[in-house]
């Protein structure tokens, strides 16, 4: 079936440094992805999207591009913060279009 | 625009008792789908509503039931329930075809519902 994996953490950088958590999927069809951040404590938001082969998406400086070639949906950001530090979910649709199927998630930690 | 809420927070039952709960929806979403996260692990899908009807389920025991109900509010309900059903319940709706907002496949999650199981 589809599935997502994620690079394990627990990633641990310095403020300014640069971030690039890998995701890989298995999916049949043309899934649409997603990147989730959660902070402690709290529930899953949204951070970006790309529902088409080379879309781009991006948000509060986080970039990742959809790549068919190498199914791939890394998620980049060039200069991390502290209120960066959180758990990173990589997601995709299923091919019925109703759930969504995350990977472990990541978590990221940024010292100043 | 208020978001998706989520009712309790916390939650603290014993095991085989049963529990609901609840989920507003983001305004003028019609879709509601409930996952389970287990500690350290992503979430997984428990099933998802559409006009009060179920429209998929995941690999979930029919012990775990929900309802719709005509304002987009949901409800999950968990029957005898066992300690692995302590976890973080979260609820997520998706907005209609030509609403704002609207991406295929998108689903924006509320803060969640912890429950503990003794």
């Known amino acids: 079936g589809d599935s997502v994996t994620q690079m394990e953490g627990p990633v641990t950088l310095s403020e300014e440094a640069c971030l690039t958590i890998?995701?890989?999927?298995?999916?049949?069809?043309?899934?649409?992805l997603f990147w989730y951040v959660q902070y402690p404590g709290e529930g899953l938001q949204l951070l970006l999207k790309?529902?088409?082969?080379?879309d781009k998406g991006s948000n509060k400086g986080f970039e990742a591009t959809y790549r068919k070639e190498t199914t791939s949906f890394h998620l980049e950001k060039g200069s991390v913060q502290v209120s960066d530090s959180a758990v990173y979910f990589c997601?995709?649709?299923?091919?019925?279009?109703?759930?969504?199927?995350f990977g472990k998630g990541t978590t990221l930690s940024v010292s100043s | 625009e208020t978001g998706v809420t989520q009712s309790p927070t916390h939650l603290i039952k014993t095991r085989g008792q049963q529990v609901t709960l609840r989920c507003s929806s983001q305004?003028?979403?019609?879709?509601v789908s409930w996952y389970q996260q287990a500690l350290g692990q992503g979430p997984q899908f428990i099933f998802q509503?559409?006009?009060?009807?179920?429209?998929g389920r995941g690999n979930f025991p029919p012990r775990f039931s929900g309802l719709q109900f005509p304002n987009y509010s949901s409800e999950l309900n968990v029957n005898a329930l066992e300690l692995d059903d302590s976890a973080l319940y979260l609820c997520?709706?998706?907005?209609?075809?030509?609403?704002?907002?609207?991406?295929?496949?998108?689903?924006?999650f509320g803060a969640g519902t912890r429950l503990s199981v003794l």
């Open positions: 997520a709706s998706s907005p209609q075809a030509g609403q704002e907002g609207y991406v295929k496949n998108i689903q924006y």
């Open positions: 890998n995701c890989t999927y298995t999916a049949t069809g043309y899934p649409s």
């Open positions: 790309a529902t088409k082969a080379d």
């Open positions: 997601a995709l649709s299923d091919p019925a279009g109703t759930a969504l199927i």
């Open positions: 305004s003028g979403h019609n879709t």
């Open positions: 509503y559409y006009r009060e009807e179920e429209n």
